[in-house]
C-alpha cells in the first residue's frame, strides 16, 4: 500500500460473571437493516449461519480472500482475519475490490456466497462526512486527508499545518484496524515524537464515528 502538540493532547487521550458459558448465538438472518458484518465481527456466529458479510478482496481465478485489510502493491497482502470464498464470475478488472456477500458462515474460514455484489466506494469529503454521519453510516467510503498514526490508533484529519498541527476547526475522524505490520507506518514521511503523520488516500467503512480500514495509500 502506498497502506498520522494542545493537538498533542488531544491525540493522545483519543487513542490513548459467573463462570456458566453463554448459550450459543442463534443464526443471523439475511439481509437485515444494521446487520451487515465486517470479518472482526464473526466471533460468536455460529457455523451454518446465513451472514452478510462487507469487506476488501483479493480476487484470483479459483479462490477469493476476505481480509480484515488489504495491502495494495505488486504482490497484495491481506492481514487477518480473512475468510476464503470459491472463485466467482464477477465483472471486475481489478485483482482487489469490496465486496458485499450474503451466504452461509461454513466454519471460521470458509464462507459459501449465495449472492456477491461489488461495491464501489463514496468519494467524499471529510467535513462532508463529519456533517452527515447518519447518512453514510455502514456505508463504503473514500476520504483524502492526512493520517496521524500512535501505534495502531489513528486520526484521519482534513487539513494539517507546519509541523502536522491539525488547522483550527478541521474535520476529522477515529480511524481503527491499521495493521501494526504495515508497511505504511514507515511511508508516512513526517514524525512529532511518537506520532507519524502523511497525506493519504483511505478506504473504508464508517460504523458510528470510526471509520474501517479497508486499505490506504500513501500520497505524495
Known amino acids: 500500500m502506498r497502506f498520522w502538540p494542545l493537538w498533542l493532547l488531544v491525540l493522545t487521550l483519543g487513542l490513548s460473571s459467573c463462570g456458566a458459558s453463554a448459550p450459543p448465538l442463534p443464526p443471523v438472518a439475511p439481509n437485515q437493516a444494521n446487520q451487515i458484518l465486517l470479518l472482526n465481527e464473526l466471533d460468536g456466529i455460529g457455523a451454518n449461519s446465513t451472514i452478510t458479510i462487507l469487506a476488501p478482496a483479493l480476487i484470483s481465478e479459483s479462490n477469493t480472500i476476505l481480509a480484515g485489510a488489504l495491502e495494495p502493491g505488486a504482490e497484495p497482502?491481506?492481514?487477518?482475519?480473512?475468510?476464503?470464498?470459491?472463485?466467482?464470475?464477477?465483472?471486475?478488472?481489478?485483482?482487489?475490490?469490496?465486496?458485499?456477500?450474503?451466504?452461509?458462515?461454513?466454519?471460521?474460514?470458509?464462507?459459501?456466497?449465495?449472492?456477491?455484489?461489488?461495491?464501489?466506494?463514496?468519494?467524499?469529503?471529510?467535513?462532508?462526512?463529519?456533517?452527515?454521519?447518519?447518512?453514510?453510516?455502514?456505508?463504503?467510503?473514500?476520504?483524502?486527508?492526512?493520517?496521524?498514526?500512535?501505534?495502531?490508533?489513528?486520526?484521519?484529519?482534513?487539513?494539517?499545518?507546519?509541523?502536522?498541527?491539525?488547522?483550527?476547526?478541521?474535520a476529522q475522524i477515529t480511524v481503527a484496524q491499521i495493521p501494526s505490520q504495515s508497511p505504511l507506518i514507515q511511508q508516512l514521511p513526517n514524525q512529532q515524537g511518537n506520532i507519524r503523520y502523511g497525506p493519504i488516500s483511505l478506504v473504508g467503512m464508517l460504523r458510528g464515528k470510526t471509520l474501517h480500514v479497508f486499505w490506504v495509500e500513501a500520497q505524495p
Open 77 to 170: 497482502i491481506a492481514y487477518q482475519p480473512v475468510l476464503s470464498i470459491p472463485a466467482q464470475t464477477l465483472a471486475i478488472t481489478s485483482n482487489i475490490a469490496v465486496l458485499r456477500i450474503n451466504g452461509v458462515l461454513k466454519s471460521p474460514t470458509e464462507l459459501e456466497p449465495i449472492t456477491v455484489k461489488p461495491i464501489e466506494p463514496t468519494n467524499i469529503s471529510l467535513g462532508e462526512l463529519n456533517q452527515n454521519l447518519a447518512v453514510y453510516n455502514n456505508q463504503v467510503l473514500r476520504l483524502n486527508g492526512t493520517l496521524l498514526l500512535k501505534d495502531q490508533a489513528a486520526l484521519l484529519v482534513e487539513e494539517v499545518g507546519s509541523g502536522g498541527v491539525p488547522t483550527a476547526n478541521a
